[in-house]
C-alpha cells in the first residue's frame, strides 16, 4: 500500500506545518552588517546563513527588477516567487541603482557602514561598476569583500558567466549521476553547486571576520562555484587520482563500502549501509543468515567487495520477502543503517524533522511562507526567525535613516534622480 502523506489535500502544504518559534533568535553575528549585491541563489543563500546567525543582512537590489530569483516562477506565493521565499527571510530590501554616479556614491555611503559585501559579478564588471575590492578597500579597510563568480576572479575563464547546472556538468558529479554509462547524466535535485558555494562563502566571511577581528584588516575573499562543485567530488577525485581507476555512473551501486545502496522490499524500496564489520555481523543476524555472517570470504569489507554481487543477489531476494516498514522497524531494533527513499510531500511531514522543528511557516496577507530552518543547534537553541523575506525595497527609506542617519531630503533627492 502506497504511503500517504499526513496533512489535508484540501490545503497547501505549507497551510499545515507548525508557525515560526516563539523563542529569541539566533544572535551570534549580532552587530555585523552585511550588503548584499548579489542575485539567483549562491549569494542570496550565503547571506540567508549569515542572518540565520544573527547578521544584520541588507539586500542591495536592482529599481523595478529586483533579484533574478524574484521572476523564477510559477509556483508564486503571495505575489513572490517561492524560489526567493526559500533563500531570503531575515534580510531587508533596498533599491539602488549603484549603476549612476550618485547611486555609486550612496552605496559606497553604506560600504563604510558595512563589515562584510557579498557581489557575484565576474571581475570586469566589478571594476567597471566601482565595487572590486581594490576600489572597496578604499572607502573601508576593514571590509571583508565576498565574490561568487563561477570560474574565480583570475584565470582565462574569469569572464564567463555561469549557473549551477554548468558547474555540475564541469565538476564531474553529473558523470557519475545516474544509473550507467548508457544512459543520460544527472543533474543532482537541488541546485548542489549554488549551496554548496554559498555555504562556502558564509564559512569564509565568518572566518574572516575572526581574523579581521584580531588584525585590523580586511579580506578580499574568491569563491569559484565550480571549484565548490569540484572539491564535494574529493572522495571520488581522490582515490581515481590514486589508482587509475575511472568511476563511471553505476546508479549508486560502486561505492567503496561493499554494501551501500538502494534494494527493493516487497513494496517499496530502502537504502541500506553496511559500513563495517560489526554492522555487516548484525545485519546477517537480523535478517536470519548467520552463515553469511560466518563466511570466510565475506569477513572484511575487501572480501565482501569481491563478492559484491553474489551478496547483493542474497540480500535482495530475502528484501523481496517483506515490506519496507517491515524491515526498517527491524533493522532499526538491530542499529543497521538503513532508511526510505523520500519523495518530499514525505519529507515534510516525518516526525523526525518535525520534532526538530526543521520545517514552519510564517503568516503574510493570509498566506502561509513556508521555511526550512537551519538545522543547526547552539546551546539547544535553534530558532532564526526574525523577519519575511522582503518585498522589493521595502526598506530603503528606513536603512538609509537607520544605516548613515541620512534625512528624508537626501533620500527623497535620490528617489527624484530615479536611483530608487
Known sequence: MAYTPDYDKSML???????????????????????????SIAGPYASLLLADFGAEVL????????????????????????????????????TLDYAQPAGLEALHALVKAADVILINQVARSQRKLGIDYARLKAVNPRLVHVSITGFGLVGTKSDQPCYDLIAEGYSGVMDLTGESPERDPQKVGTPAADLLSGADAAMAAMAA???????????????AMVESMTRFMTPRIIPYLG????????????????IYQTFHTAD??????????????????????IDMANDARFANNAGRRACRSEIVREVQAILLKKPRAHWLDLFACARIPSGPINRLDQVVTDPTLAERGLFYA???????????????????????????????GEDTRRTFSSWLGWSDEAIQKLDDAGLL
Do not use: M
Open 268 to 289: 517499496h524500496p530502502i537504502t541500506l549501509g553496511l559500513g563495517n564489520d560489526a554492522i555487516w555481523k548484525r545485519f546477517c543476524e537480523a535478517i536470519g543468515r
Open 13 to 39: 502544504p505549507s497551510e499545515q506545518l507548525s508557525p515560526a518559534p516563539d523563542a529569541a533568535p539566533l544572535d551570534l553575528l549580532a552587530g555585523i552588517r552585511v550588503l548584499d549585491l548579489t542575485t
Open 209 to 223: 571576520l575572526i581574523d579581521r577581528n584580531r588584525t585590523g584588516q580586511g579580506h578580499e575573499i574568491d569563491i
Open 59 to 94: 539586500k542591495i537590489e536592482r529599481p523595478g527588477r529586483g533579484d533574478d530569483a524574484r521572476a523564477w516562477g510559477p509556483p508564486f506565493l503571495d505575489g513572490e516567487s517561492l524560489w526567493f521565499l526559500s533563500v531570503n527571510r531575515n534580510k531587508h530590501s533596498l
Open 362 to 392: 510564517t503568516r503574510r496577507n493570509g498566506a502561509a511562507i513556508p521555511q526550512v530552518g537551519l538545522g543547526i543547534r547552539f546551546n539547544g537553541k535553534f530558532n532564526t526567525y526574525r523577519k519575511d523575506p522582503p518585498r522589493l
Open 243 to 258: 589508482s587509475g581507476e575511472l568511476p563511471r555512473r553505476s546508479g549508486g551501486t560502486d561505492s567503496v563500502i561493499a
